[in-house]
């Protein structure tokens, strides 16, 4: 399913709203076994309404491998299949991070909504199993970012093809969230998707394929791109030498223009500091203007036995801000840490000291991967 759209304006902002709404934080999800809620209810407020950007990620598992899995978010008790994310399980017990989803909402009525995330039928989850969910209130920015493109769906199946997909922008930078699922078929190997725009390669996310044969959610980014001239744009998302794509796997593609004030930075890209758990994993100045901010982090790791939670922290001038969190079912195998859309509030105007400190049970090496980029957003 894909949707190429630009988002609307607001003349008149809510006060009572932020403009990134923290939804859920590393919330424990509930114990079910399908098609029930996987989290508690929550509430988001969005002032006036309009248009809004979701940023959200779980994880799960399944009894019935194997298997394609998910759980599906609701406004309002109306359901979305745009909003999504899913994850094809190989085998049953092992918990996985599902697809990281940047995805357009429709059109929000002002005032409070009702959210809620239910699980498909075969998706189990328990407290284990933790929700991170952020949105991004376009409707009440006198000049939002603009998304040109919020695209999701299975991938095509042949030739190692995940999707070709069309936006037009008016020449602003652009930040680009490529997110997908992949194999291989040999153990112990890296495994990539490459993004190309108007047939040049300009992004790739990947993941260290401890299993063969055994699907996996890549390390989701989010890249900034500048220069991109004004006009109609074709981007592809295919898999990289020594990586399978079928018809299992699943991809989410999402581009959005900076325009007005709003800024997108990139911190950091690259494979983590090798650390044996508790580490500092990178550091990062970043100069604040005075926005609310919305820090995108993504990172793998893993730990030396089974059944330990992978985690990590985020600290902003050595005050905690956030937490990724992702149960490691088998021990060794290197896995997307998932609930890195983290949202501080407002930092004031100057340099911010960024820092992201691995949890007791995390291990990362070369074959880790780590990005962190921050959107500040003003009204």
Avoid at 314 to 334: I, N, R, Y
Wanted: hydrophobic residues 40%; charged residues 10%.
């Amino acid at each position: 399913m894909s949707e190429t759209t630009t988002a609307g304006t607001s003349a008149t902002p809510a006060a009572t709203a932020s403009l990134v709404d923290t939804i859920y934080a590393a919330v424990p999800c509930l114990a079910q076994n399908g098609n029930q809620p996987c989290a508690p209810e929550a509430v988001t407020e969005a002032g006036a309404g309009g248009p809004a950007l979701l940023y959200w990620q779980a994880t799960g598992y399944t009894l019935n491998a194997p298997i394609l899995a998910g759980m599906q978010p609701q406004f309002n008790k109306q359901g979305d299949g745009s909003l999504a994310a899913s994850c094809f399980f190989n085998e049953n017990a092992v918990r996985l991070p599902l697809l990281r989803r940047r995805a357009l909402l429709s059109p929000q009525p002002p005032g409070e909504s009702l959210v809620m995330v239910y699980g498909s039928e075969y998706c189990v989850t328990d407290p284990s199993d933790t929700i991170t969910m952020a949105m991004l209130n376009l409707g009440i920015m006198s000049a939002p970012p603009q998304v040109r493109l919020s695209a999701v769906g299975m991938a095509d199946g042949s030739n190692n093809v995940y999707t070709a997909q069309v936006f037009s922008s008016d020449g602003g930078p652009l930040v680009i969230s490529i997110d997908a699922t992949a194999w291989s078929t040999v153990p112990d190997q890296a495994i990539s998707a490459l993004l190309y725009l108007d047939g040049e390669p300009v992004a790739e996310i990947g993941l260290f394929a401890n299993p063969s044969s055994f699907h996996l959610p890549l390390v989701g980014a989010d890249w900034v791109l500048y220069n991109v001239a004004a006009g109609g744009h074709q981007l592809d998302l295919v898999g990289n030498t020594g990586t399978t794509v079928d018809d299992g796997d699943v991809w989410s593609l999402t581009v959005m223009e900076m325009t007005g004030t709003s800024v997108a930075t990139p911190l950091f890209s690259g494979p983590p500091a090798q650390q044996q758990g508790g580490g500092t994993l990178a550091t990062a100045t970043y100069e604040a203007r005075g926005g609310e901010q919305l820090f995108l982090v993504s990172l793998s790791g893993w730990s030396g036995s089974d059944n330990e939670m992978l985690s990590a922290q985020l600290l902003v001038e050595g005050d905690p801000v956030g937490t990724l969190q992702t149960w490691a079912s088998k021990g060794g195998m290197h896995l997307p840490i998932a609930g890195g859309d983290i949202a501080p509030g407002v930092l004031m105007p100057g340099t911010q000291q960024i820092e992201l400190v691995a949890g007791p049970n995390t291990i990362t090496d070369q074959n880790d991967r780590l990005s962190i980029t921050v959107i500040e957003v003003f009204r």
